[in-house]
């Protein structure tokens, strides 16, 4: 779900990615890596292929060259699994797709640059946006007006 937009198009991943699964069962060497993490590169990569299928990226408008800047750090220890699930899943697509990659799944930016076909400013711009409208979201959701407490 953290991929997709809707649960049928979530279904429709899961499905060709288990397909792939049992289809390449084969090509599994047990060389260092677990049998859970070869099974998650390929629901992963299932999932990145149906986003660029429906061709849902969005693109940063301004590609700038980020230094360390990071956005400030989201306070969710009082959010239930549950409750954020729901606020990634409503991040714009091309957001939630490079958040997943990073926050989640734990890609560096440069792979995620070349899964998807960016740049890797491009994927700290698109994360650094996602954590940005996360914390506004969050921050609403909590009751507080973000704009009048930021600016």
């Not at 260092?32 to 292929?49: D, H, K, L, P, Y």
């Not at 699930?85 to 799944?105: D, H, K, T």
Request: charged residues 30%.
């Amino acid at each position: 779900m953290r991929y997709s937009t809707s649960r049928e198009e979530a279904e429709d991943i899961l499905q060709t990615g288990y397909v792939r699964v049992f289809t390449r069962m084969d090509s599994y060497r047990n060389d260092g890596g677990s049998f859970e993490g070869w099974i998650r590169r390929i629901m992963v990569n299932t999932a990145i292929e149906s986003y660029r299928r429906n061709q849902r990226m969005v693109q940063a408008d301004d590609i700038q060259a980020l230094s360390d800047h990071h956005a400030p750090g989201i306070d969710v220890d009082e959010l239930a699994y549950e409750d954020l699930m729901n606020i990634i899943q409503e991040l714009p697509s091309g957001y939630r797709l490079v958040f997943n990659m990073f926050a989640i799944e734990g890609y560096s930016h440069k792979e995620i640059a070349e899964s998807l076909g960016i740049s890797e400013s491009t994927s700290k711009t698109q994360l650094l946006r996602a954590r940005e409208w996360l914390k506004k979201r969050i921050t609403y959701l909590e009751g507080g007006d973000y704009e009048q407490k930021h600016g």
